[in-house]
């Protein structure tokens, strides 16, 4: 019995360790990411200013950071005979809970983030802006990139109704909420776009929280909200802080 206790307490050792190693790496990537955002705006300020009108750099790098996990999903049924083993794909996945009070008053994200007319029908493109969609099941993707394209009995790909997605400024990502098969082969062909269905501007939330790139606080008192799920979208969360505080939006 004392055996297996013992044995208990050196698995229970092991664990805490790993989890430190795995929390000093995210850092150490987190701040990596961040120190790449910050020389970029600098350099750009610097030396290499934007004309008018034209996407910054830093939107360039939002997509990029993101790649990680887009390529993840978009891949995984490659491996799959018949539905995805990841979870649906949102926002509460790799930021944080939409449940988290995110000041003493009880606001959520939700209740901050401002949600911005598209009077101009701004466009995601799929080849190149950071959309996330779940392609969860093996034959809906099998048909859909069977079907959609040029010269193919679906035509070339374009937006119908099924098609709904939710994208954060400044970032730029967009989250799916329907038509992820279809998305995902528009993606993968690198043409079409999409009109947002909704979008939101999460800035008002930078007044509330940030990130260090182990967890996210609570600015008023310094509590910790939640753990950092994903280093990727924690850098993004804070690059979308650089693009704000600077006056940059996708």
């Not at 990537?29 to 030396?47: G, H, R, V």
């Not at 390529?71 to 449940?99: C, G, R």
């Amino acid at each position: 019995m004392l055996f297996k206790k013992n044995i208990k307490k050196v698995e229970q050792r092991l664990n805490e360790i790993k989890k430190s190693n795995n929390k000093a790496q995210s850092k150490k990537d987190f701040e990596q990411i961040m120190w790449l955002a910050t020389s970029i705006l600098e350099k750009t300020n610097e030396k290499y200013p934007v004309a008018s009108g034209c996407e910054h750099p830093l939107v360039d790098l939002v997509r990029l950071v993101g790649r990680k996990l887009q390529t993840e999903y978009l891949t995984n049924l490659l491996y799959q005979e018949n539905e995805s083993d990841l979870p649906d794909l949102n926002y509460e996945k790799v930021l944080f809970n939409s449940e988290c009070t995110l000041s003493k008053d009880g606001e959520s994200l939700e209740d901050l983030i401002k949600e911005v007319s598209n009077e101009d029908e701004q466009r995601v493109m799929l080849g190149c802006d950071l959309i996330l969609p779940w392609p969860w099941k093996t034959q809906r993707l099998i048909y859909s990139m069977a079907r959609i394209g040029e010269g193919r009995v679906g035509k070339a790909w374009r937006q119908d109704r099924n098609h709904w997605i939710e994208t954060w400024l400044p970032m730029g990502v967009s989250w799916v909420r329907g038509g992820n098969h279809s998305i995902t082969t528009g993606i993968i062909q690198g043409k079409g776009s999409i009109t947002p269905t909704v979008i939101n501007d999460i800035s008002p939330v930078y007044d509330y929280i940030y990130c260090d790139g182990v967890n996210f606080y609570r600015i008023e008192d310094g509590a910790i909200i939640s753990e950092v799920k994903n280093v990727e979208f924690a850098a993004i969360f804070e690059i979308g802080r650089l693009m704000h505080e600077n006056s940059i939006c996708y």
